[in-house]
Each structure stands twice: as C-alpha cells, then as structure tokens.
C-alpha cells in the first residue's frame, strides 16, 4: 500500500541548466531554508534565505562576511541591468543591508552557482 500526501508532490527547482547544473535562480521560487552557493572569483557565498526577502549572506573569507541582508535579485556583469526575479551565472547578486536603503549591493560576477533545498 502506497501513502499519499503533501510531501510527495515535486518541489519546484528554482532553476536548473540544461546540463543539469544551475545556471540561473528564479528568485520567486526560493523557499525559507533554501541554500544558494555562489562561486565568484573572490571566492564562495553562501546565500541562506529567509522570510520576506531577509536572507543571510556569508563569505568563505573572513573580510567578505556580510551578514543579514534583503535580497534584491541580481544585475548582469556591469551593473547595468537589475534583474530583480533571477540571479544567474555571469550576473551579481544585488542585495540591501538596510530595509530603508534603495542603494544595491552586488557581489563580484557569479561563476557558478549551486541550489540546496531547504528541510521541509
């Protein structure tokens, strides 16, 4: 006898390349929990998200560390372009540090990016 339930049902993939590999996140899909590792040249980030657009954002290094921040979405390489539902590989990350700022923060250009669903 099978059991049926909610937590049977897929979880959406907020992103997921042809290869198989991430190569875009569809923010908007991102759940509480979920994990985002972003691969840039200056090294990993880890995005942990949060309710409401708070997320924590930390750095392999120590100097880069950056702590609660209000997802924004991404920008591409130049920041000229604010993508505010996807971040993507070859993009930014852009973020606030403050509720009240509209300035964007971005990280340096994602090289990679790995997708962890969160415990449900």
Not at 58 to 71: F, R, V
Not at 92 to 109: F, K
């Amino acid at each position: 006898m099978s059991e049926t339930g909610a937590h049977d049902e897929p979880l959406a993939i907020p992103a997921e390349g042809a290869d198989g590999g991430n190569d875009k996140i569809h923010v908007d899909e991102l759940r509480v929990r979920d994990r985002v590792i972003l691969q840039t040249a200056e090294g990993a980030y880890l995005l942990t998200v949060g309710k409401n657009s708070h997320c924590i954002l930390s750095s392999e290094t120590p100097s880069k560390t950056i702590g609660q921040i209000l997802l924004r979405g991404g920008t591409n390489a130049d920041v000229t372009e604010y993508t505010p539902n996807r971040i993507f590989v070859g993009g930014r990350l852009a973020y606030a540090v403050d509720e009240g700022d509209s300035s964007l923060v971005t990280t340096p250009v994602i090289e990679s990016l790995d997708y962890e669903p969160g415990l449900r």
